[in-house]
């Protein structure tokens, strides 16, 4: 099986309810770094005065090391001065095209409970990034990142003549799902 990133796409999904809106993106590069899953508690060893005895063994750590979040990159080249404008608002909270966007954050949940930022000027978005298969019975394969965080601090572009390219850096919080395709949804620039 070869995996190629010519036909894949990259798709930033806010919150809303019960059709969200996306915003879609050429992965011109390939150089999504994401994980494909959320960690596991830590094992810790308790040990009897230090000694592997009978009474040995392992308790799971506080939840810390599960709900932390995760590092999320990936970069795309946008070429339309338009779509860049309207990628800006979206990152940035505002309204995209006559559309308000609703924040991800606290929709899925990691352990028990599905926690929201203290500070509720944050917006989230659901990242989903589906790669083609250029061989084999599997088409395509999906991973969605769910509640990611883009702090607008760490986001950086680059100008060149014929596009933008943009470096994302974000945070995951929610859930990391594998699936066969896109989650439906509305095309906030349609």
């Known amino acids: 099986m070869k995996f190629t990133n010519k036909d894949a796409k990259i798709r930033l999904y806010d919150g809303t309810t019960p059709t969200p809106f996306y915003f879609e993106m050429c992965l011109d590069n390939g150089d999504v770094s994401a994980p494909i899953g959320i960690k596991k508690h830590e094992e810790i060893l308790v040990l009897d005065r230090g000694l592997v005895d009978s009474c040995a063994h392992y308790i799971i750590s506080n939840d810390a090391s599960v709900m932390e979040p995760l590092n999320v990159t990936f970069s795309a080249m946008i070429n339309d001065s338009q779509k860049f404008l309207d990628f800006l608002d979206l990152i940035e909270g505002n309204t995209v095209n006559g559309n308000t966007t609703v924040?991800?954050?606290?929709?899925?949940?990691?352990?028990?409970?599905?926690?929201?930022?203290?500070?509720?000027?944050?917006?989230?978005?659901?990242?989903?990034?589906?790669?083609?298969?250029?061989?084999?019975?599997?088409?395509?394969?999906?991973?969605?990142?769910?509640e990611c965080y883009f702090d607008l601090g760490e986001q950086t572009f680059a100008e060149a003549e014929d596009a933008v390219t943009l470096s994302l850096t974000g945070m995951c919080y929610g859930t990391i799902v594998r699936a066969a395709d896109f989650t439906s949804g509305t095309d906030i620039l349609a």
């Open 103 to 146: 924040t991800t954050k606290g929709t899925t949940v990691r352990q028990t409970v599905g926690l929201g930022f203290f500070d509720t000027t944050k917006k989230c978005f659901n990242v989903e990034y589906k790669m083609g298969v250029t061989a084999g019975s599997i088409n395509t394969i999906t991973y969605k990142l769910n």
